[in-house]
């Protein structure tokens, strides 16, 4: 037993030394640390269900669209399956995907139903994203009239949709252009030309990611947050997601052809893919209220008296120390923040001293870290 604590203890010893010296690998322990103590896989899997339930009623929708206004057009039509299947990797074509001809083909049913089910289920997984996002950066989640929620809901579903239709748009363009200027310059077809249009697609990719997630962390919050202090996390979740799609691909293409899912399989994959984009998405938000060397940084609403207010959290659960946030749990058990978030007041009896630490103890010894099986130095 000594021998295997002063093994822990070393390997405590060697992440310290290790996040010291590099703060990008401290920034993402205090991210996990956060993600873990606001309940992340549990707010992901809320998300997984409710976007689960909209995802066929948007693809009917689309298609629909797409079937009046460009059916004529297939270079269209290809683009926008090559953006559904870039972003559900494995899930959409093929002998095993979801055939997204016979959605498109449907028309005016597609349409309908489609418009009915996104309204329905869209604006339970704006909801469920919206009280997510606004949980791990500590925001009051019930603030709103509910008129005015579903209507701001109904609006933001609209300007998902304007911000993926640009990004096909400007994906399209980019892939057109390029065309063209290839085949003048006589490259069309070449070893260089190939790698080229690879890393403008990449780009191009990220680009319109970027947009998006900066979409979400803008609109989604109770503030408004400004821009500039979400643009790294946009992109943050944009360069990741770039590579959750490589690896979604792997995994997805193995999970769907897993005899034991059988006719199952698109449903099973689809729903590890979202919840593994679900999971990402709330780890990159987890990832923009924290930084190097600080757990609670705007726009977390307890990163200090005047964002707590902002968020609606009474100012005892601001942050004055950064490596003493309020979180969402300890131990698996809730704490007072909980029903802050909710709109109520917190317990007398707990004072926001009493709040979980993340830092080893004036003693020197670690301390449990908020919703983290490990020791103190994991939310240092």
């Not at 001809?101 to 704006?126: H, P, R, T």
């Not at 979400?230 to 997601?241: D, P, R, T």
């Not at 780890?283 to 060397?293: D, E, L």
């Amino acid at each position: 037993m000594a021998n295997i604590s002063g093994l822990k203890d070393k390997a405590a010893g060697t992440v310290e030394t290790a996040r010291a010296k590099r703060p990008f690998l401290d920034h993402l322990v205090r991210a996990y640390s956060r993600y873990q103590g606001d309940a992340g896989d549990r707010l992901a899997a809320a998300v997984t269900y409710f976007a689960f339930l909209s995802f066929f009623p948007l693809v009917a929708l689309a298609f629909s669209v797409l079937g009046y206004t460009v059916a004529n057009n297939p270079g269209v039509r290809k683009s926008v399956t090559d953006s559904l299947s870039s972003a559900f990797p494995g899930l959409i074509g093929g002998s095993n995907g979801i055939d997204i001809d016979q959605i498109a083909n449907a028309k005016a049913g597609a349409g309908i139903l489609g418009l009915v089910g996104l309204l329905l289920a869209g604006l339970g997984a704006v909801d469920a994203l919206r009280e997510a996002i606004r949980s791990v950066w500590h925001q009051n989640v019930k603030a709103g009239n509910f008129i005015k929620k579903k209507l701001a809901d109904i609006l933001i579903l609209a300007g998902l949709g304007l911000t993926l239709a640009v990004s096909l748009a400007v994906s399209s363009a980019a892939t057109a252009v390029t065309g063209k200027v290839l085949s003048i310059l006589g490259l069309e077809g070449s070893t260089a030309a190939g790698f080229l249009v690879k890393v403008l697609a990449l780009v191009v990719a990220i680009f319109t990611d970027v947009l998006l997630f900066l979409y979400l962390f803008i609109r989604l919050p109770k503030s408004q947050t400004p821009w500039r202090k979400v643009i790294k996390g946009a992109l943050f979740a944009a360069v990741g997601f770039e590579v959750l799609k490589v690896v979604g691909a792997w995994f997805i293409a193995r999970t769907t052809k897993n005899p034991v899912y059988g006719t199952f399989a698109v449903v099973v994959g689809l729903l590890v893919w979202i919840n593994l984009v679900s999971r990402f998405l709330l780890f990159s938000a987890a990832w923009t209220v924290t930084a190097p060397y600080d757990t609670d940084v705007a726009p977390s609403g307890t990163a200090g008296p005047e964002q707590a207010e902002k968020a609606g959290v009474p100012r005892e659960f601001a942050d004055n120390d950064p490596d003493d946030p309020a979180l969402l749990q300890q131990d698996g058990a809730p704490t007072p923040l909980v029903a802050v978030l909710q709109g109520e007041q917190p317990a007398q009896d707990q004072p926001a001293q009493d709040q979980p630490e993340g830092r080893p103890g004036e003693q020197g010894k670690p301390v449990q870290s908020a919703g983290s099986p490990e020791p103190g130095w994991l939310g240092r």
